[in-house]
Structure formats: C-alpha cells, structure tokens
C-alpha cells in the first residue's frame, strides 16, 4: 500500500508569513496533486507535478516534485487570510486505474 | 457547467435507518468515485466506476454499504442500516482523462459533500 504523509498536521501563522507544507511518501509516484479544500466544500484541485525535481509556481504558491519522486513540498509566500484551509497531497495508486491516494491533510489556519 | 451535484447537503438519521446519498457527475465524465472523510480517517476511497462500472469496491467498510451507477448521470451511495460511527462528510468526485500524445492527465473534481450524523 502506498501511503502518503504530511506534516505538519496544523498550521497557524499570521498574515504576511511564510509557510511550507511537505508530503512524504516511501514510494515512488509518477505524479502528485494538491488539493486545497475550504471549510463546507469539497477539495479543488491546485496544481499537478509529473517530472522528479520539477518547481511550479501559482502565484503566491510554489509547488516542488522531489528528484526522486517520493516527496512533494508547497510553499505559501506572504500567506493571506484566504489561503486558510486544508490542504491534501494525493497520488496515483500502483493498480492500473486512475484510484488517488489522499495524505492525511494540512490544515492551515492565517490570522489576520 | 454545474459541477459535481450531491444531495442531501446534510441528513441526520436515527441508528438502524436506510440512507441514501446521491450524485451526479459532470456530463463527459466517465469516471465516478465515492470518498467518506472524517477528522481521525482524512479523506477515504470507499469505490469508484469507470464507464458505470465498479472498477475497485476495496475501500467499501462492510456489507451495509452498497454503490450503484446505473447511468453515466447518477449514482448512489446507500448505508443500511446505518450507524452512529457512519458519521461523517461523504464525497463524490467525477472525472475524464485527457490523453494526448506522449501524457495523459486526469483532475477528480469533487462536490460539495453530504454531511450525515448517524444518532
């Protein structure tokens, strides 16, 4: 079974810091997502990395594929109030389908 | 579009009743799965379809959950007889793989959820 781990579980900062979430895994994927998902709502979809080493970027948030393909991190700059949520790293299983494997979440919390 | 739709939004049932959670996908999408997430389980797979299939039931709890897809349009989710430890927010996520030369991606797109309080 291919598990996914992230740390930290909870995150409270204040508005304008900077915050990194990691996603460890013992297992090599082929890709990874993250999702954030807002309280009463169902998890969107953020980015998707494919390449080991690859760097995305969406604004204010910078999203990292390990080289080996094993971890992924996403960095939060100048955290805003709205970037408050859950944010989950999920993975494709290693049966043939498209079933995702989900991180237990970080839930992020930015005071004003 | 309109997205993923769920219904109920809430549902608070009495232990030992039947409940029912519906869905339908994003019309052209042929992949349909059932999530249930709860703050010790995070987000959990009970099933999914492909093409009104059930592909992988693995994630099911036990025999009083069943899954049912009997169009590309609708699909159920139905817990009998329900009990308190059901509680919890249940997802259904559609999506369509888009494969071209050389990749292929595919994004789950999820609705809003049902919150079912099993007393």
């Known amino acids: 079974t291919q598990l996914l781990e992230q740390s930290p579980q909870f995150l409270s900062i204040q508005e304008g810091e900077n915050l990194t979430v990691y996603c460890n895994s013992s297992?090599?994927?082929?890709?990874l997502q993250w999702y954030r998902q807002e309280p009463g709502e169902g998890p969107v979809l953020l980015v998707t990395v494919v390449t080991g080493g690859e760097v995305k970027k969406l604004k204010r948030l910078t999203f990292q594929f390990g080289d080996a393909r094993k971890d992924s991190s996403l960095h939060i700059t100048a955290a805003q109030p709205g970037d408050t949520g859950l944010y989950l790293c999920?993975?494709?299983?290693?049966?043939?389908?498209?079933?995702?494997?989900f991180g237990g979440g970080t839930r992020v919390l930015v005071k004003p | 579009d309109a997205g993923v739709i769920q219904s109920p939004r809430h549902e608070v049932t009495e232990m030992g009743q039947e409940v029912t959670l519906r869905c339908k996908p994003i019309?052209?999408?042929?992949?349909l799965f059932w999530y249930r997430q709860t703050m010790m389980r995070g987000l959990e797979l009970l099933i999914y379809?492909?093409?009104?299939?059930?592909?992988?039931d693995s994630g099911m709890p036990e025999d009083r959950f069943s899954a049912k897809m009997p169009n590309a349009s609708f699909s159920t989710l139905k817990i009998q007889p329900s009990e308190p430890r059901d509680s919890a927010v249940y997802f259904c996520?559609?999506?369509?793989?888009?494969?071209?030369?050389?990749?292929?991606?595919?994004?789950?797109?999820f609705g809003p959820g049902t919150r079912l309080l099993v007393l």
């Open positions: 297992s090599v994927f082929s890709s």
């Open positions: 996520a559609s999506s369509r793989r888009i494969s071209r030369a050389g990749w292929s991606k595919e994004t789950q797109y």
């Open positions: 379809f492909n093409n009104n299939v059930p592909i992988d």
């Open positions: 999920a993975g494709p299983g290693v049966a043939a389908g498209n079933k995702l494997t």
């Open positions: 019309s052209g999408h042929n992949s």
